[in-house]
T-cell receptor, first 111, second 112 residues
Framework: DAGVIQSPRHEVTEMGQEVTLRCKPI?????LFWYRQTMMRGLELLIY????????DSGMPEDRFSAKMPNASFSTLKIQPSEPRDSAVYFC?????????FGAGTRLSVL | DQQVKQNSPSLSVQEGRISILNCDYT??????FLWYKKYPAEGPTFLIS?????DKNEDGRFTVFLNKSAKHLSLHIVPSQPGDSAVYFC???????????FGQGTELSVKP
């Protein structure tokens, strides 16, 4: 298996623009997680899905953030409008049991 | 309130010596604990885990110890190698397949 695949690896955008991050989980995994890593807050969970259904979105910082999982092999995290403070590395992870497997991340820079 | 804490942001060890990374937790409902390793520009990778019914789990150079009464776990790497230089995160889970609570990470530097 190719592992968790995230795209793009890097995204540079201007404040106010819409940003969409994409994730393909490992086939057969029924949990999908979105994380954000910053120097100040470390690795924080934004939202997670079980069988494509959002279970806990309490970590989503505000209404500008939204996530979808239309099917078992694809998820998106959207920021609209983006702000400079959204600059961070965003990770997607998937799991079947306790062990989560992470993608390589998307480094987002909002200018 | 941070439920999983790694109080040492960094650790420096000489090659060949033992590295000990520590982690404390507050929630007694956690029943599964994991260590992840992260290199720059990569995602965290799973290293080793332990269930709360055990107090030790070993995998090659890596051993995780769990002290439930103290709510403390540690990762021992012996012997340490320069390639072990990375950020190490401990994580805890209270439900199977559910979310993990991560510590802030400890940056390990192994000097040749």
């Amino acid at each position: 298996d190719a592992g968790v695949i995230q795209s793009p690896r890097h995204e540079v955008t201007e404040m106010g623009q819409e940003v969409t991050l994409r994730c393909k989980p490992i086939s057969g995994h029924d949990y999908l997680f979105w994380y954000r890593q910053t120097m100040m807050r470390g690795l924080e969970l934004l939202i997670y899905f079980n069988n494509n259904v959002p279970i806990d979105d309490s970590g989503m910082p505000e209404d500008r953030f939204s996530a979808k999982m239309p099917n078992a092999s694809f998820s998106t995290l959207k920021i609209q409008p983006s702000e400079p403070r959204d600059s961070a590395v965003y990770f997607c992870a998937s799991s079947k049991k306790n062990i989560q497997y992470f993608g390589a991340g998307t480094r987002l820079s909002v200018l | 309130d941070q439920q999983v804490k790694q109080n040492s942001p960094s650790l420096s060890v000489q090659e060949g010596r033992i590295s000990i990374l520590n982690c404390d937790y507050t929630n007694s409902m956690f029943d599964y604990f994991l260590w992840y390793k992260k290199y720059p520009a990569e995602g965290p990778t799973f290293l080793i885990s332990i269930s709360s019914i055990k107090d030790k789990n070993e995998d090659g150079r890596f051993t995780v110890f769990l002290n439930k009464s103290a709510k403390h776990l540690s990762l021992h790497i012996v012997p340490s190698q320069p390639g072990d230089s990375a950020v190490y995160f401990c994580a805890a889970s209270g439900t199977s397949g559910g979310k993990l609570i991560f510590g802030q990470g400890t940056e390990l530097s192994v000097k040749p």
